[in-house]
């Protein structure tokens, strides 16, 4: 099968095709994702963003890799919802470190009406940074959407986490069905969508071609599409879980980069137990979006000074967001200070 020559953006992805194109050899899957990946992005630029959890543990949920649920004891220490001032700090700290995304994160089934208020105004005063935005607070109902897409929130993250047939393995406090209705919410405010999954949690291959079609099937693919790999914390039901073949998980990321051309395909929890080359092979298959910072959520993410060392042995550079100074002051503003902290900071210092 030759992938290449079908219409780059499609929607009617069959479970057979895309197993088909996990299955091809290895040379020949990267060059097919790497192709894709040269028509719609700059192959040397990755996004960063930065990930700030607003509110950690103690959710009430069930989902069996997640350290944050009350249910497992994995000694995480809980913390209440952040103050905005608080957030505000992590976000300019963010900024001067080149990350043009700040993503902040609840450990909540879903936000309280207490809960709105502060967050919106998170969202209000990270954006007059000149920042982009990016929540995850659980699941939204239709009006919850629209308040943070009137305050102008960017992006909503929810990860519809693996397949329709796999998911109950994972999660049973929650449906898929009450997922993609989030999802839905979210689209239908206006919003755009930041969704993808975990692999490493027992599924079977069949099952990440599933969260795949899942996801390259929507009426708009999500702008960003998360591949997590399992991190296997030590008191969650899937601690002790075998670990992913590494191959496995770049063919992942490069069957999504093949799906969803358009979309940045991120590596996410779990790139610390990933080596270099593992990661360089990532962005080969197509990943282009990283988190960068010491904490992905609750889970140690590599320091960002060696990510930084990472892209200037790979002669990538962090993207900065598409611009024109006379179109938007602020923006402009924030590619301005990019520019100057890309050399700066994340290649001068980054050893230091
Ligand atoms: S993944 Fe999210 S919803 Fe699930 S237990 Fe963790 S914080 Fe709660």
């Given at each position: 099968m030759n992938a290449i020559a079908q219409p780059l953006i499609r929607h009617d992805w069959t479970r057979d095709e895309i197993l088909a194109l996990f299955n091809l050899p290895f040379n020949d899957l990267m060059f097919q994702a790497q192709t894709v990946h040269r028509r719609f992005f700059d192959p040397n630029q990755v996004q960063v963003s930065t990930l700030c959890s607003i509110k950690t543990g103690a959710c009430p949920?069930?989902?069996?890799?997640?350290?944050?649920?009350?249910?497992?004891?994995?000694g995480l220490e809980r913390e209440r919802l952040m103050a905005v001032e608080k957030v505000l700090e992590e976000a300019r700290a963010a900024k001067a470190s080149g990350a043009t995304r700040f993503c902040m994160g609840a450990a909540w089934r879903s936000p309280k009406s207490r809960d709105m208020g502060p967050v919106l105004d998170m969202v209000r005063e990270v954006k007059a940074l000149g920042l982009e935005t990016c929540m995850t607070l659980g699941m939204l109902d239709a009006e919850q959407a629209k308040q943070l897409a009137d305050v102008g929130l960017d992006y909503y993250n929810h990860n519809l986490d693996t397949s329709p047939e796999y998911y109950g393995e994972v999660i049973t406090t929650r449906t898929y069905q009450d997922r993609l209705e989030t999802l839905d919410n979210v689209r239908k405010a206006g919003m755009k969508v930041c969704c993808g999954g975990i692999v490493g949690?027992?599924?079977e291959q069949t099952d990440r071609a599933g969260l795949l079609q899942q996801l390259a099937t929507m009426p708009d693919h999500p702008e960003s599409v998360p591949i997590n790999m399992l991190v296997?914390?030590?008191?969650?039901?899937?601690?002790e879980n075998e670990e992913l073949d590494a191959f496995e998980f770049v063919r992942t990321v490069a069957v999504a980069r093949i799906l969803m051309p358009k979309s940045h395909v991120r590596l996410s929890?779990?790139?610390?137990?990933?080596n270099e080359q593992m990661q360089a092979l990532a962005f080969l298959a197509g990943a282009n979006s990283i988190f960068y910072g010491e904490k992905l959520l609750t889970t140690a993410n590599p320091e960002a000074s060696k990510d930084m060392q990472l892209f200037k042995r790979l002669g990538i550079e962090p993207e900065s967001r598409a611009v024109h100074a006379e179109e938007d002051p602020v923006e402009a503003d924030v590619a301005q200070s990019l520019e100057e902290t890309r050399h700066d900071r994340f290649f001068y210092n980054a050893a230091k």
């Amino acid at each position: 099968m030759n992938a290449i020559a079908q219409p780059l953006i499609r929607h009617d992805w069959t479970r057979d095709e895309i197993l088909a194109l996990f299955n091809l050899p290895f040379n020949d899957l990267m060059f097919q994702a790497q192709t894709v990946h040269r028509r719609f992005f700059d192959p040397n630029q990755v996004q960063v963003s930065t990930l700030c959890s607003i509110k950690t543990g103690a959710c009430p949920e069930d989902c069996k890799y997640c350290p944050q649920s009350a249910r497992y004891d994995t000694g995480l220490e809980r913390e209440r919802l952040m103050a905005v001032e608080k957030v505000l700090e992590e976000a300019r700290a963010a900024k001067a470190s080149g990350a043009t995304r700040f993503c902040m994160g609840a450990a909540w089934r879903s936000p309280k009406s207490r809960d709105m208020g502060p967050v919106l105004d998170m969202v209000r005063e990270v954006k007059a940074l000149g920042l982009e935005t990016c929540m995850t607070l659980g699941m939204l109902d239709a009006e919850q959407a629209k308040q943070l897409a009137d305050v102008g929130l960017d992006y909503y993250n929810h990860n519809l986490d693996t397949s329709p047939e796999y998911y109950g393995e994972v999660i049973t406090t929650r449906t898929y069905q009450d997922r993609l209705e989030t999802l839905d919410n979210v689209r239908k405010a206006g919003m755009k969508v930041c969704c993808g999954g975990i692999v490493g949690m027992g599924e079977e291959q069949t099952d990440r071609a599933g969260l795949l079609q899942q996801l390259a099937t929507m009426p708009d693919h999500p702008e960003s599409v998360p591949i997590n790999m399992l991190v296997r914390v030590a008191g969650t039901p899937f601690g002790e879980n075998e670990e992913l073949d590494a191959f496995e998980f770049v063919r992942t990321v490069a069957v999504a980069r093949i799906l969803m051309p358009k979309s940045h395909v991120r590596l996410s929890a779990g790139r610390e137990e990933m080596n270099e080359q593992m990661q360089a092979l990532a962005f080969l298959a197509g990943a282009n979006s990283i988190f960068y910072g010491e904490k992905l959520l609750t889970t140690a993410n590599p320091e960002a000074s060696k990510d930084m060392q990472l892209f200037k042995r790979l002669g990538i550079e962090p993207e900065s967001r598409a611009v024109h100074a006379e179109e938007d002051p602020v923006e402009a503003d924030v590619a301005q200070s990019l520019e100057e902290t890309r050399h700066d900071r994340f290649f001068y210092n980054a050893a230091k």
